[in-house]
């Protein structure tokens, strides 16, 4: 075996170091242009920047209360909140929107038994607190109640949804 050093000598002519440029700015564009494509694949659509922050169950005396009797009537109260802007830089949200807040209720069996909507205007970073009253019916059926809220746009037949996630609480009826 030889013990001898090899030397590599590379010649970077100017020609070389073009193509080598032009190779690293295509390589770093590539890179950033899937970075990009990801983080708003990532990020909600413009057309969603609103979002509910809780829902809640009350007596009519503003008590929450997670239970209920026949016959009684339980205050639902949904806060509900306009971003201002996304963490992607480019999804600001300026003007104000107007929206329809979707009120369902179901029973223990999954049937829809109330359904009540109220509509407003919000601007961006603006918080809302909405509510609606159901009164239980004296023969409605005992268990597990579901509360669905959901935000849409303020014409419902053509309308979109600018929350579809929503939110959700349950009660009981005794």
């Keep these: 075996m030889s013990s ?3 030397e590599i000598t590379i010649n ?5 170091i ?8 295509i390589s770093f564009a590539a890179v950033w242009t899937y970075g990009m ?16 922050n809780s829902v809640n169950t009350y007596d009519t005396g503003d008590v929450a209360k997670m239970s209920f ?3 009684s009537t339980t205050r ?14 480019y999804y600001y949200f300026v003007s104000s929107e107007s929206y329809r807040v979707i009120f369902t209720v179901t029973d223990s069996q999954n049937r829809p038994v109330y359904f009540s909507s109220v509509t407003g205007t919000i601007n961006p970073g603006q918080v809302k607190v909405h509510s609606v009253d159901y009164a239980i019916p004296a023969g409605a059926d005992t268990g597990t109640y579901t509360v669905k809220v959901y935000i849409w ?3 419902l037949s053509s309308g979109e949804a600018l929350a579809p996630m929503g939110g959700s ?6």
């Design 153 to 155: 746009s303020d014409f």
């Design 4 to 6: 001898e050093k090899k």
């Design 169 to 174: 609480v349950t009660f009981t009826v005794t």
């Design 37 to 52: 494509a990801l983080l708003a694949y990532w990020t909600p659509t413009p057309d969603l920047s609103m979002r509910v």
């Design 76 to 89: 639902i109260k949904a806060t509900i909140e306009m971003a201002t802007t996304y963490w992607v830089y």
């Design 18 to 25: 073009l193509a080598l440029s032009i190779l690293t700015i």
């Design 69 to 71: 009797s026949r016959g």
């Design 12 to 16: 970077l002519t100017t020609k070389r």
